[in-house]
């Protein structure tokens, strides 16, 4: 039997138990209802029907999800006894091949051999699937069929069916929410293993203090000294994410949200505001192109005609620019919150002074909603240096020390991209230092994300 | 001329209202008030939530600008001078009519920072040594001076409530205003707090022109020489404040004065 086939018989038989458990449900609870006692029902027909559902449903499913891992090994295990099986070649490699292409053609999913070896088997080993196969889906109906019956069984007036409805619901909440978290501790797991195996070959001091980054020299036998020095790439998405991108973006977004909200209109300031957050909603990847194809050819035109020969058609400064306009609604939204939460009477106190709007936004609410504005611009920085496909598309792959903005600089993003992209081999210094570039880009994100938050919710607590 | 209309329509009046009206949308907030204030008298505004007297002492200094719906009619003149003509200067304005909030308002700065605000923002001290006479004699009028002196550079918000109120009295009094409106300056103080602010409008009386909004009939009574009952948007009487609480000649105020409603 077929698996589609299987789950549709399940939810059949999973339809009837709740329809037959929440008819007897009603029967028992009319009768109990006449004796005239209030607590002689307890839960409602319906979370009866779902109770032996779901223990029809649940055993069978979790032995079906088991069985679907076991059976290969089992059926494998049955070809191989086959007398067929006695003319394979001993090599490992070999057999694995043979085997593999039995299985396909057996399955279905490839119509003829490469290997006529493979034919001899593709008998034994339908015959084992089917047999595996029809195994399979009679211990799950018994299941099944047993797990409602036990259910059935249960259903008494004072049974307290939603109770143990309700205690599954908030189980499967409860795994929903845990298997995020088990998914980031998974990833951070991950990146501290790589990144410990790649610290054995290059001293952490190396990695975090060299000043030259050329992993391609190590990976061509020069030897792993020297050759992994991420001061450069550090220095890049510095360069590029905290400085010139927050020189756009935090001018522009703290002006935008001053006049959002001291200056506009309301009717100006519900179209605005939106239309600000769309520029929060652009895929990167189109402002990547349109910072590689637009800003940065026009900015070394632009540096070639003031005679700074040396710009590069992959800058920093067209990177940073464009990551700087996709920052602003960060930036705006932050300060917009913060500026809207200092209170109205500190605004009236200098107004009634005789200060100016001007005056009053300048020396009374910007100082007051600096915390705000602080915690939203490191919110801001973090997102901007783990960015990736704005540099990986406009900011090159030289790993320049350099203060110039018309020069090509990288970032740590895009030689993580560039370290792990095409054919690899996993354990070479030169793949693993992608992963302790990683560690350090989520090491310092974390502590930005959390510096900026605690910042944010201790102003918060001052005004309320 | 009696003691009472020398009173109410002083010869020389600081600022005068004439059938002032406010509009918030097409709703008549304030329907048509006339009164004086002058330098010698301290003028109180009374009536339960919601009459219009906040909304009517906010007109005097022009606060009602920054509500968009507002609209104002009629005459308020500051000297003589028309405050919601054209040529009026609303931030010249502000500085000669000072205002004190219902909940003490200091900017989170120090204490000295708070009442240099208005005269840095006013030009009015060229040198530190000029702002420095200006702190200490601001805080010295608003009674505040013994209390801070040693320590100016806190931040004013860490001040008691009464004391934040004094500060930012201190801060109005700092630009060198000619009137000062209070806008129930005590609400959100103790009764000993509330007793040095009440002290203060008796020592400031006469140096300024004092508007002050109250919700509390005793502290009416005791610090001011003029009461407007107002209802309604309505200027139910104006009068000697003596008469009103103990003489009331409308049958609202009397009801008002004795409890009965509000």
């Given amino acids: 039997m077929t698996g589609p086939a299987i789950l549709l018989l399940l939810a059949g038989l999973g339809a009837i138990a709740w329809v037959s458990a929440r008819a007897r449900a009603m029967r028992l609870a009319d009768v109990a209802r006449a004796t005239g006692r209030r607590d002689a029902v307890h839960s409602l027909p319906g979370y009866h029907g779902w109770y032996v559902a779901l223990w029809t449903l649940i055993p069978a499913a979790i032995f079906l999800a088991v069985w679907a891992n076991v059976a290969p090994g089992l059926v494998t295990q049955q070809v191989l006894h086959d007398p067929a099986a006695q003319s394979l070649p001993a090599d490992a490699f070999a057999r694995s091949a043979i085997l593999g292409e039995a299985r396909a053609i057996a399955a279905g999913d490839q119509a003829a051999a490469f290997n006529p070896a493979s034919n001899a088997l593709v008998d034994p080993y339908s015959d084992a699937i089917t047999k595996y196969g029809v195994i399979g889906a009679v211990l799950a109906l018994i299941l099944a069929f047993a797990g409602g019956a036990y259910a059935f069984t249960r259903i008494r007036a004072d049974f307290r069916a939603r109770t143990r409805v309700e205690r599954l619901v908030m189980a499967t909440l409860l795994v929903a929410s845990l298997l995020a978290i088990v998914t980031t501790l998974g990833i951070v797991g991950s990146l501290l293993w790589e990144s410990f195996r790649f610290f054995s070959m290059v001293s952490p001091i190396d990695f975090l203090f060299g000043l030259k980054w050329s992993p391609q020299s190590a990976a061509m036998g020069y030897g792993n000294d020297d050759a992994f020095g991420a001061v450069p790439l550090f220095w890049g998405t510095i360069f590029i994410g905290a400085i010139i991108a927050m020189i756009v973006a935090i001018p522009l977004g703290l002006m935008s949200a001053v006049y959002l909200t001291q200056y506009a209109s309301p009717t100006v300031r519900k179209w605005m505001k939106p239309l600000l957050e769309v520029l929060a909603g652009v895929p990167t990847v189109v402002y990547g192109y349109f910072a590689a194809l637009t800003i940065a050819p026009a900015l070394r035109d632009l540096a070639v005609s003031i005679g700074i020969h040396s710009a590069s058609s992959e800058s920093a400064l067209a990177a940073g620019l464009v990551m700087g306009v996709m920052i602003i609604p960060f930036v705006s939204s932050m300060a917009d919150d913060s500026i809207a939460a200092v209170p109205q009477s500190m605004r009236d106190g200098s107004l009634a002074m005789g200060a100016t709007t001007s005056e009053t936004i300048r020396k009374v609410m910007i100082p007051a909603a600096l915390p705000g504005v602080v915690g939203g611009v490191l919110l801001a920085v973090s997102r901007a240096i783990g960015e990736t496909m704005i540099v990986v598309m406009a900011a090159g792959l030289a790993a320049n020390l350099t203060l110039n903005p018309f020069a090509s600089v990288t970032t740590v993003t895009t030689q993580i991209v560039q370290l792990l992209t095409g054919d690899q081999e996993f354990d070479s210094a030169k793949t693993l230092a992608a992963f302790a570039l990683g560690l350090v880009l989520f090491i310092v994100t974390l502590l930005l994300n959390i510096v900026a938050l605690r910042v944010v919710k201790k102003y918060r607590e001052a005004y309320e | ?262």
């Avoid at chain 2, 009459?51 to 507002?70: E, Q, Y």
């Avoid at chain 2, 009619?73 to 205002?99: C, H, K, N, W």
């Avoid at chain 2, 923002?121 to 420095?132: M, N, P, T």
């Avoid at chain 2, 200027?235 to 409308?250: A, H, K, M």
């Fill in chain 2, 1 to 262: 001329m009696t003691e009472e209309q020398k009173l109410l329509s002083p010869a020389d009046p600081k600022m005068t209202a004439r059938d002032v009206k406010v509009f918030y949308g097409v709703k008549e907030a304030i329907k048509g008030v006339s009164i004086d204030v002058d330098m010698d008298n301290v003028t109180a505004f009374i009536g339960p939530s919601g009459c219009g007297k906040s909304t009517f002492l906010r007109t005097l200094n022009r606060m009602n600008d920054t509500v968009a719906s507002a609209r104002v009619e009629g005459t308020i003149t500051l000297d003589g001078e028309d405050i919601y003509a054209p040529s009026m200067d609303v931030v010249q304005l502000r500085a000669r009519v000072g205002m004190v909030f219902q909940k003490p308002n200091p900017f989170p700065k120090s204490i000295y920072e708070n009442i240099a605000y208005g005269p840095r923002i006013h030009g009015l001290a060229s040198a530190k040594a000029d702002l420095d006479v200006i702190v200490e004699k601001s805080l010295r009028r608003a009674g505040l001076w013994d209390e801070v002196k040693d320590r100016l550079n806190d931040s004013g918000t860490a001040l008691s409530g009464g004391q934040q109120q004094r500060l930012c009295i201190g801060r109005a009094i700092a630009v060198e205003p000619e009137v000062i409106l209070m806008d129930e300056p005590c609400s959100a103080l103790d009764p000993i707090a509330t007793a040095k602010i009440e002290e203060l409008i008796h020592e400031l009386r006469g140096r300024y022109g004092i508007v002050i909004v109250t919700h509390n009939m005793q502290q009416a009574a005791r610090v001011s020489q003029r009461t407007a009952f107002f209802h309604l948007g309505e200027l139910v009487e104006y009068g000697v404040t003596s008469d009103i609480f103990t003489n009331p000649r409308q049958e609202r105020t009397k009801d008002y004065i004795t409890g009965r409603y509000g």
